[in-house]
């Protein structure tokens, strides 16, 4: 058997062992569903290969030999590309065993045929030697199978382009775009091979040009297989993964460039179309920086950053994943993106709640303490006083001598217990509202009755100013409270020889009240507190205890009421509470 190398023979068989190299070297790397792409394109390389042997033989024997050999790849490809689009979009042939025996009984039948055409001469009807060319062809006359042979390459062709166009149509452009560049890579080559079946591309009379158009395709093919990691993952594996992750998905490249992501990751940005494959990393996060910071440090790091996407604005957890197969080189960046603004709120919440449970935990204490010091103190007082004037320790003359002292404690002591149940019916069981109409005036006045002979005994005027057809919807109990804590304790710190201006006015649909001392006043520290809902107690001017807890039941009862309370104070000169409720028309008087 002669070899005579020629240019067209010699390029088919380089690019078909280049194909075939690349084709076995990525059916090794790839796993099992798309590892057919491979096989497709070990096939086409077989063709090649082989048809380039042929070109270099001299005589029609020695060409058909090769011919038959050639014939493994070249009927085998049609076969394996719909083998590939089948497991490639993972299609369930679990109930249909039948398919892949039938997809592959066509080529082995149509090999058959070439391997014992001399026989039958269904294939190849005869054959020749072209000289017409620089080098001998062979020449054929089709025979009745030959055409078959052409129609079920065409059609295994289109049915399996079909099946990845239909996968595919909707998926993300990055698959859409892979499944485009394999349906063109076998469409170049058939639509060659239709040139050369009508006779309307033939660079000489016998040479088949489609094995050229193949293998150059498929040599692409494996370029971007190899350098892009083409089918890296399962692209129906990949995107479903994608989608179903509650975290949004931007995948980067090495280059920092958008390379896929997932419908979450849109709900991230104001703008979603800002969000797009191809675009830099830079363009994206062009307002924030730190992101971009955390991209370009190419290591597994977290960040936690706001975002405004329209009128709400958003915490966000982001991580950042260098990609890399292998620890040297990072091939690209990974970022997820959570919203962890729910989370931040409920720890704030959490925080919130700890803090006033520690307060209130903190205030029991504190009341605990205030129990067995302020009230058994005056309580067992008073008791051992009366113990020991039944004994005759104390004389009459020296209890009644008492008694103006022993009577104003046990006056703190009632206030302070009254507070203490009060405070005590509100943290337990809540506190009901049971709101009435209430004649302002009236109310003023019994408080000011109740309190006057405390307010003697420090020779202070408590003055009435503007309570003139003042009425209010309140709680009774809750707003009598209120009075008798704001006024007691303008008594307890006003200096002796002065005044306690209680006064009233109107504004618009409120009342406004205040109590008004011209005492010592309230330092910036404690008026602070005081603003801040925290309690603390001082002694009066009259060394009078105190607890704290009167003024944390103002404030909790005149929200309760609907109102609201500020404190003015200056040192040296005096307190000014204020407290503001909605005012009602008086009554109707009955006819």
Known sequence: ??????????????????????????????????????????????????????????????????????????????????????????????????????????????????????????????????????????????????????????AFYFVGTFILWKRFQHANIHFRRQTRLLILAGLFPLIINILYQFSWLKPFEGLDATPYAFLFTYLLISIAILRFNLFDLK????????????????????????????????????????????????????????????????????LQCQISNGNDAWDLKIESVPISENKA????????????????????????????????????????????????GPVFGVKELIHLTQNGIVTEDEFLEMLPEISKNMEHVAILLENLLAWTSSQLRGEYIQPQVLDLNKLIQSQKNLLDRIAREKSIVLELQGFENTWINADKNMLELILRNLISNAIKFSNSDSKVLISCEEQKDKLKLCVRDYGVGISEENLKKLNEGVSFSTRGQSNESGTGLGLLLVREYIAKNGGTLTINSTIGEGTKFCITLPKIDPPESPS
């Open 1 to 154: 058997m002669e070899f005579v190398l020629n240019p067209y023979a010699l390029t088919l068989i380089i690019s078909s062992l280049m194909v075939g190299g690349l084709s076995v070297y990525i059916g090794l790397k790839l796993e099992d569903s798309v590892r057919w792409i491979a096989f497709t394109m070990l096939s086409i390389s077989v063709w090649g290969f082989f048809y380039g042997v042929e070109l270099t033989v001299q005589t029609v024997e020695d060409m058909l030999i090769w011919s038959k050999v050639q014939y493994i790849g070249l009927v085998l490809a049609p076969a394996f590309w719909v083998i590939f689009s089948l497991k490639y979009t993972e299609y369930d042939t679990s109930r249909k065993p039948w398919i892949y025996p039938s997809i592959l009984f066509l080529p082995v039948l149509t090999h058959l045929m070439v391997l014992t055409n001399s026989w039958h001469h269904l294939h190849y009807q005869s054959n020749w030697l072209i000289t017409s060319g620089p080098f001998p062809i062979l020449g054929i006359e089709k025979g009745i199978w030959y055409p078959v042979q052409v129609a079920y390459a065409y």
């Open 235 to 302: 692209p129906v594996a990949r995107e479903k993964i994608l989608e179903i992750m509650t975290r949004g998905v931007i995948i980067f490249d090495h280059r920092l460039k958008i390379v896929d992501f997932n419908r979450v990751a849109k709900t991230f940005w104001e703008n979603p179309e800002n969000l797009k494959i191809g675009r830099s990393a830079e363009q994206l996060f062009e307002s924030k920086p730190e992101i971009m910071e955390l991209l370009l440090q190419q290591e597994h790091q977290f």
């Open 329 to 376: 080189i990072v091939s690209g960046v990974l970022l997820l993106f959570e919203n962890i603004t729910e989370q931040i709120q409920k720890n704030e919440q959490l925080k919130k709640q700890a803090a006033e449970l520690q307060q209130l935990n903190d205030l029991k204490d504190k009341f605990f303490s205030i129990i067995s010091h302020d009230l058994k």
